[in-house]
């Protein structure tokens, strides 16, 4: 049986968990432990399973374990082993019989200088309301009912300003956004360090893509390509939800939308969350916003 463990994690009652984290290179990172093992997972909505990192988990797996190819940071990673886990356990909040993918990490962990355990994806948060908040650092785990209602009955501290409704396609939420007035489709993916911009988009889209230098980056396959970086101007869900410009990368996200399983024509990371206090609830499908404090300077 195995538990995996959040050694800072507030406990709030039964239902709700709050957990603090540090942002390395723009990835959010949380301090666990696992089997034994002490040490920083990233928190990745783009990957679709429990991701362990090879070089510090047994990988004798059982007979009928299965390959697969899954998706997260940044690019596809092919044919990973499947192990299943019967218990994870976070400070009281136990989830039964879960996935888990088991490859080799060892470059991450070389080029953020972090000790990585794994990745924690969409089998593991789908079944709570996940508040990403970057202006405390934390993360707020809510267990959820079979129709999406919070079990915890209480509020958060700020009010909700906004919302609005997303697509889930396979794992991957997909929200409609407008760069000025043209609609596209972008993945929303906590382990992007940087929003991504196919670049094959039109040009019409392109023209509000300012670039600014060239960007060599290490995909969790170990995959290395060099890209166009710079700022997207004029980016917004709704005429109340909108955004500063952001960084963004231009890349071809072909392999991606093969792995989404849907077309998407870019990808918002790190500088949406950076800017929005974000609640992502799965099952009812819908992104919540939430105030700043009145304090904030």
Same mark, same amino acid.
């Given at each position: 049986?195995?538990?995996?463990?959040?050694?800072?994690?507030?406990? %709030?009652?039964?239902?709700?968990?709050?957990?603090?984290? &540090?942002?390395?290179? /723009?990835?959010?990172?949380?301090?666990?432990?696992?089997?034994?093992?002490?040490?920083?997972?990233?928190?990745?909505?783009?990957?679709?399973?429990?991701?362990?990192?090879?070089?510090?988990?047994?990988?004798?797996?059982?007979? /009928?374990?299965?390959?697969?190819?899954?998706?997260?940071?940044?690019?596809?990673?092919?044919?990973?082993?499947? &192990?299943?886990?019967?218990?994870?356990? @976070?400070?009281?909040?136990?989830?039964?019989?879960?996935?888990?993918?088991?490859?080799?990490?060892s470059h991450i962990e070389t080029s953020k200088k972090i000790h990585l355990l794994g990745i924690i994806g969409y089998n593991i948060l789908k079944d709570y309301?996940?508040?990403?908040?970057?202006?405390? +650092?934390?993360?707020?785990?809510?267990?959820?009912?079979?129709?999406?209602?919070?079990?915890?009955?209480?509020?958060?501290?700020?009010?909700? @300003?906004?919302?609005? /409704?997303?697509?889930?396609?396979?794992?991957?939420?997909?929200?409609?956004?407008?760069?000025?007035?043209?609609?596209?489709?972008?993945?929303?993916?906590?382990?992007?360090?940087?929003?991504?911009? +196919?670049?094959?988009?039109?040009? &019409?889209?392109?023209?509000?893509?300012?670039?600014?230098?060239?960007?060599?980056?290490?995909?969790?396959?170990?995959?290395?390509?060099?890209?166009?970086?710079?700022? %997207?101007?004029?980016?917004?869900?709704? +005429?109340?939800?909108?955004?500063?410009?952001?960084?963004?990368?231009?890349? /071809?996200?072909?392999?991606?939308?093969?792995?989404?399983?849907?077309?998407?024509?870019?990808?918002?990371?790190?500088?949406?969350?950076?800017?929005?206090?974000?609640?992502?609830?799965? &099952?009812?499908?819908?992104?919540?916003?939430?105030?700043?404090?009145?304090?904030?300077?």
């Amino acid at each position: 049986m195995a538990s995996l463990y959040f050694p800072h994690a507030e406990i %709030l009652n039964k239902h709700t968990t709050r957990i603090p984290f &540090k942002l390395i290179d /723009n990835l959010i990172v949380i301090e666990a432990e696992l089997l034994n093992k002490k040490g920083n997972f990233i928190v990745d909505t783009g990957s679709e399973t429990l991701i362990l990192n090879k070089a510090h988990f047994e990988t004798r797996i059982p007979h /009928n374990a299965k390959t697969k190819q899954t998706s997260g940071v940044i690019d596809v990673i092919d044919y990973p082993i499947e &192990k299943r886990l019967k218990q994870f356990k @976070i400070k009281g909040l136990i989830l039964e019989d879960k996935n888990s993918d088991v490859i080799d990490l060892s470059h991450i962990e070389t080029s953020k200088k972090i000790h990585l355990l794994g990745i924690i994806g969409y089998n593991i948060l789908k079944d709570y309301e996940v508040f990403i908040d970057m202006y405390l +650092n934390q993360i707020t785990l809510s267990k959820l009912d079979s129709e999406g209602q919070k079990l915890d009955p209480r509020g958060y501290l700020e009010p909700i @300003i906004d919302t609005i /409704n997303f697509k889930l396609k396979k794992h991957t939420i997909v929200l409609e956004t407008f760069v000025d007035k043209h609609k596209l489709k972008f993945a929303l993916d906590t382990g992007a360090e940087y929003n991504q911009l +196919n670049k094959s988009t039109s040009k &019409k889209v392109l023209n509000y893509f300012y670039p600014s230098k060239r960007l060599m980056l290490v995909g969790a396959s170990g995959k290395k390509i060099e890209v166009l970086a710079g700022k %997207l101007y004029r980016v917004k869900l709704t +005429n109340t939800i909108y955004f500063a410009p952001m960084e963004t990368i231009l890349t /071809n996200l072909n392999q991606m939308n093969e792995a989404f399983g849907t077309s998407i024509d870019g990808v918002l990371g790190y500088e949406f969350f950076r800017q929005q206090r974000t609640i992502i609830n799965y &099952k009812k499908e819908k992104l919540y916003f939430v105030e700043y404090p009145l304090n904030k300077q």
